[in-house]
T-cell receptor
């Protein structure tokens, strides 16, 4: 199960759309792309999961190109409370394991 | 529905002492995972269980670490003897499967362990 690569940090302003990219060049056929959010002193919290194309839920959208070697998490109209670390671990459909990379620290400014 | 419950939230102890971390998974979840998080190494999977049986312990750092799951509602991670380099936040997570698709892992709020 491959680790993923993300930018270390990003800054944004309240009300803007934020796109965080993730690289997973060695993704396997049975791997799913997932995104988690982590606040200080808390465990990671699931945001969204996808296999290919586009997935949308009430908080985010996930864009996955046809080759699945990268993905983009889109957060519409961020607020200060979206300041957190965002991870894009691959989920193995064979084992149920998640392998986390280093994450992206998103700082939302007023 | 209660989430994953970990105890204690904080533990400070001296080098050489035995440390036991506890986890209660979400009821009905049949997968349980133990992770360790440090600034240097990030989030690392230590071991995971399916239906109370250890499936993969390849992430356990060394023999000083052991984990058990005596029943579906309880798991422990034990370090004996503890060393300062074991200082980290330890997370427990649980999940289940629906058909052929694994469901998201639900994490507890972790145990912050400091070994002096």
């Amino acid at each position: 199960l491959a680790k993923t690569t993300q930018p270390i940090s990003m800054d944004s302003y309240e009300g803007q759309e934020v796109n965080i990219t993730c690289s997973h060049n060695n993704i396997a056929t049975n791997d799913y792309i997932t995104w988690y959010q982590q606040f200080p002193s808390q465990g990671p919290r699931f945001i969204i999961q996808g296999y290919k194309t586009k997935v949308t839920n009430e908080v985010a959208s996930l864009f996955i190109p046809a080759d699945r070697k990268s993905s983009t998490l889109s957060l519409p109209r961020v607020s200060l409370s979206d300041t957190a670390v965002y991870y894009c671990p691959l989920f193995s459909g064979n084992t149920g394991k998640l392998i986390f990379g280093q994450g992206t620290t998103l700082q939302v400014k007023p | 529905d209660a989430g994953v419950i970990q105890s204690p939230r904080h533990e400070v102890t001296e080098m050489g002492q035995e440390v036991t971390l506890r986890c209660k998974p979400i009821s009905g979840h049949d997968y349980l995972f133990w992770y360790r998080q440090t600034m240097m190494r990030g989030l690392e999977l230590l071991i995971y269980f399916n239906n109370n049986v250890p499936i993969d312990d390849s992430g356990m750092p060394e023999d000083r670490f052991s984990a058990k799951m005596p029943n579906a509602s309880f798991s422990t991670l034990k370090i004996q003897p503890s060393e300062p380099r074991d200082s980290a936040v330890y997370f427990c997570a649980s999940s289940t499967w629906t058909g052929a698709v694994g469901q998201p892992q639900h994490f507890g709020d972790g145990t912050r362990l400091s070994i002096l």
